[in-house]
Nanobody, 127 residues
């Protein structure tokens, strides 16, 4: 079975940092584009950032540029989301997702471009 599992969420003060992990099983994540999405209570799910197959390109939402970074550890079949300078408005459930958009196109921050989803991990930024 193809599965994604997020971990690393928690409670952090404004200005702090967290690193989220997205671990794959049953398939090699480097063959897939990986997106991170988040959803706060009462709001639509929004794209945060993504990385294409083989890490050919990345796309960041304007709200997280300079603060969030996506990376791969292919030896461990894992994708990381490093979050720095966290703000209260970053509070949400964070999801990773895998899709088959070709590497020669920019990855997309649209949920319908992704086929496999993790269960989500809660990030709360509060003093």
């Amino acid at each position: 079975q193809l599965q994604l599992v997020e971990s690393g969420g928690g409670l952090v003060q404004p200005g702090g940092s967290l690193r989220l992990s997205c671990a794959g099983s049953g398939f090699f994540l480097d063959y897939y584009g990986i997106g991170w999405f988040r959803q706060a209570p009462g709001k639509e799910r929004e794209g945060v950032l993504c990385i294409s197959p083989s890490s050919v390109n990345t796309v960041y939402a304007e709200s997280v540029k300079g603060r969030f970074t996506i990376s791969r550890d292919n030896a461990n079949n894992t994708v990381y989301l490093q979050m720095n300078s966290l703000r209260p408005e970053d509070t949400a459930v964070y999801y990773c997702a895998a899709g088959r958009r070709p590497f020669y196109l920019n990855c997309a921050l649209r949920p319908d471009e992704y086929d496999y989803w993790g269960q989500g991990t809660q990030v709360t930024v509060s003093s």
